[in-house]
């Protein structure tokens, strides 16, 4: 199943915070290592894209925190004074071997709205043409999840960054070797899991808690990025950070960590849709939900109830089963709800959305 690996030619990396801590800070040494490893990838033609996390516990430990920051303000205090740091080091690192890194930081919302989403791919696209080593981080200076910016970790981040550059393959390094069927610390009978067809409930199971008092995801986590990922066509694989050239040796075909395939790879907008939060629901009868599965537009009058506020053009629930783009508020949305279409614009048919709008959770595109 990794027979492909060591033809992907642009891969992403999300490098945890276990990985580039210690007890005064931040693991200078760890950062010079992983750095070399992506060196010597681009070498080979390799793009890197880099998705690290690290600043919430480096600021933490700047200000002599030692318990969790769990507060939402200290959480980004504690950000903006640990990001300078994290790319400071980064910066130092690439240089040693004169590359240039950027940063790029990021909310939810330039994911949800489709013209940032269009516009942070194409910048994207620039710095790696000129060789640049884009480092993204969530702007959690001001992103929060009660105002629906945050993504809640960077493994989600590093999946949605695959997905928007079309990687082929996504490293999410951690501190343990990969997933495992227990807990490896209190198991001696748990084993590590190489290879994952699917991800379903079984193999969900076998995913812990976050382990560590500054990171935000565990297991559970990387296997829904995996997810993500997946439906980019882009595979995951999930090892450990603390292996010796480990970027290298997963490219060459060594059989390390725990490896999820690629699916079948949806259409960029269709992703787009599938991964942004939705802004409210329109409630459909059964009818129209079936008519919606054989490729046909939704009408007026199938809709039933519309919930929460949201503008034209922003992704919203239908039922429980899909995720759309209305043509229309949802004010307008409520006025139609019901109609005929002859009672609609002089008996014109009007459309609130088209198949090619719509995305089912459970889709086989």
């Known amino acids: 199943m990794r027979g492909d690996i060591a033809h992907s030619k ?32 681009q070498k080979k033609g390799v793009q890197v894209l ?44 690439f240089s040693r071997h004169q590359i240039v890194c950027s940063q ?16 942070l791919k194409n910048s994207v696209q620039t710095l790696l043409e000129l060789g640049v080593v884009p480092i993204f ?16 970790d960077n493994d989600r981040m590093s999946a949605l960054v695959a997905s928007k550059i079309d990687a082929q393959l996504l490293i999410i390094l951690t501190d343990i070797g990969g997933l495992y069927t227990g807990d490896p610390q209190k198991k001696n009978s748990a084993r590590l899991v190489s290879e994952v067809e699917k991800i379903d409930a079984t193999i969900i199971g076998y995913a812990g808690k976050a382990g560590s008092t500054f990171s935000t ?53 269709s992703r787009w849709i599938l991964n942004s939060q939705t802004q409210g629901c329109i409630r459909i009868d059964e009818g ?13 009058s199938g809709i039933v109830h519309v919930e929460g506020f949201f503008q034209a053009g ?6 429980d089963v899909a995720k759309a783009v209305p ?10 709800a019901g109609s005929r279409s002859k009672d609609l614009a002089n008996g014109k048919a009007l459309v609130i959305f088209r198949p090619e709008d719509i995305v089912f959770l459970d889709h086989d595109e």
């Not at 919430?56 to 939402?72: Q, R, S, T, W, Y």
């Not at 990025?225 to 292996?243: F, H, L, V």
Request: include cysteine; proline fraction near 2%.
């Open 50 to 93: 880099l998705v690290s996390s690290g600043a919430i516990g480096l600021g933490a430990k700047e200000l002599g925190k030692k318990g969790a920051v769990k507060a939402v303000a200290m959480r980004q205090a504690c950000a903006s004074i640990g990001q300078p740091i994290l790319m400071s080091h980064y910066r130092s690192a």
């Open 137 to 152: 981080n969530e702007n959690d200076a001001v992103s929060t999840a009660e105002i629906g910016t945050a993504f809640g």
């Open 327 to 336: 043509y229309y508020n949802s004010e307008q949305v409520a006025a139609m």
């Open 288 to 300: 129209a939900v079936q008519a919606l599965r054989n490729h046909k537009s939704l009408l007026p």
């Open 10 to 41: 642009r891969i992403v990396v999300k490098i945890g915070t276990n990985l580039l801590s210690d007890r005064s800070g931040i693991d200078s040494k760890r950062i010079e290592e992983l750095v070399l490893d992506i060196v010597n990838l």
């Open 104 to 119: 790029i930081l990021i909310t939810r919302s330039e994911m949800n709205n489709r013209k940032t989403f269009v516009n």
């Open 217 to 269: 995801g565990g297991m559970k986590t990387k296997l829904l990025a995996a997810k993500i990922a997946a439906n980019a066509g882009c595979a995951t694989i999930i090892a450990s950070g603390y292996e010796e050239q480990i970027l290298s040796r997963l490219l060459a075909g060594q059989q390390l960590g725990t490896y999820i395939p690629a699916e079948k790879k949806l259409k960029e907008r």
């Open 314 to 319: 922003e992704v919203v629930m239908i039922n």
